[in-house]
């Protein structure tokens, strides 16, 4: 490791920080769920007189727009984890295929 000119994973670290980082995602989705519930059951509450109607005429789209973008930032974590353990995957299996090349020639 390293050692210049070369790309050296430590497999086991990199499967557990993204371990951490997709655990880390679940924790943000699972509290925008109940922060987003808590909004939406309010969201009833508003707009009854003619100042709240004009408010919510305004707030609507933006809140709703809001909304889709951390959805989409919660995913993220999970989406980049994923992505990583793919990439791990792939390089234990090159590993692997360029070991038994090796070894076929001993």
């Not at 790309?7 to 509290?31: F, H, P, V």
């Not at 993220?76 to 390089?91: C, I, L, S």
Request: charged fraction near 15%; charge should be neutral.
């Amino acid at each position: 490791m390293g050692q210049p000119n070369r790309a050296d994973i430590d497999t086991a670290a990199t499967t557990s920080a993204l371990t951490e980082l997709n655990t880390a995602g679940q924790t943000m989705s699972d509290g925008w769920r109940a922060a987003s519930a808590q909004l939406t059951g309010l969201i009833g509450q508003l707009g009854k007189g003619p100042l709240g109607a004009a408010f919510m005429a305004g707030y609507q789209q933006e809140a709703a727009a809001t909304s889709s973008m951390v959805d989409h930032c919660c995913q993220t974590p999970g989406r980049f984890a994923n992505a990583g353990n793919r990439g791990v995957n792939d390089y234990g299996a090159a590993n692997d295929r360029s070991k038994a090349g090796f070894d076929a020639v001993k």
